[in-house]
């Protein structure tokens, strides 16, 4: 599953299509760096523009061509890199966020 990047983002907003085309938003949270390979932590948000109190999802970045401005991501499917990846993510905003186990 590869995605990418929309023309458009705005205070934090970026809007990337799912496997079946169709525009999904996100709130851009942190990006996190784990074994030299770049992670995005994104928040999902609702039609109505109200932010998912849910699960965040982590994609990583892949490398693009130097000619495009879009960046590239792709689904993790290593529970392992996942865990490590939410766990720096927590620690770096573990005074801005309630998480719930």
Not at 8 to 25: Q, T, Y
Not at 37 to 63: F, Q, T
Request: proline share 1%; no cysteine; hydrophobic share 35%.
């Amino acid at each position: 599953m590869e995605e990418n990047i929309g023309g458009e983002e705005l205070d934090n907003i970026v809007i990337l299509n799912d496997e079946e085309g169709n525009e999904v938003k996100f709130e851009f949270l942190d990006l996190v760096e784990l074994d030299e390979e770049e992670y995005v932590v994104l928040l999902p948000i609702d039609e109505e523009g109200e932010e998912d109190e849910g699960e965040v999802v982590i994609l990583k970045v892949e490398d693009t061509d130097e000619d495009s401005d879009e960046e590239s991501y792709t689904s993790v499917e290593d529970e392992e890199i996942l865990n490590k990846v939410f766990e720096i993510f927590k620690e770096k905003f573990k005074d801005d966020f309630d998480f719930v186990d």
